[in-house]
């Protein structure tokens, strides 16, 4: 599934939710189901600097895909990493590179988010880019 199609998917899923608030549990509900990280990958070169909580976005190039795991100690924002982290896997890198998250702020998501909470999610997705524009390079 191309990443415009994970969009459409998400989009529809997400909006199928009336309530904001409610869009927001349901973030929290991904991260709580997560796998997450083992402690010995929740490094400082994973860490996403300039989020408030503590997160570690962990990518893999392998067979010409990206994949990306994720962790932290929020459970806001281990939900919303968590599904980048499923939106972007298994995807190109090219794809990756020219694909951003705006449909975050289509469903929602970003306009219940503070400022801090805002920055956090533009760092994962920039690292998640800039690891694919990396595999490009390579």
């Known amino acids: 599934m191309n990443l415009q199609d994970k969009k459409d998917a998400l ?3 997400i909006t199928l939710i009336p309530d904001a608030y ?7 509900e991904r991260g709580k189901k997560a796998e997450g990280l083992s402690e010995d990958l929740r490094i400082d070169t994973f860490k996403i600097e300039g989020c408030m909580s503590q997160l570690w976005v962990v990518p893999e190039f392998k067979d010409g895909l990206c994949y990306y795991r994720s962790e932290s100690d929020s459970a806001i924002v281990k939900g919303i990493a968590e599904l980048l ?8 890198p090219e794809e990756i590179a020219a694909t951003d998250a705006e449909f975050l702020a289509e469903v929602g998501i970003t ?4 400022p801090n909470r805002r920055n956090g999610l533009s760092r994962i ?14």
């Open 11 to 13: 989009v529809e899923e």
């Open 22 to 28: 409610e869009r927001l549990g349901y973030i929290v």
């Open 85 to 92: 982290c499923t939106f972007y896997s298994e995807q190109k």
């Open 111 to 114: 306009q219940h988010l503070s």
């Open 125 to 138: 997705v920039e690292s998640i880019q800039r690891f694919a524009k990396s595999c490009l390079a390579s």
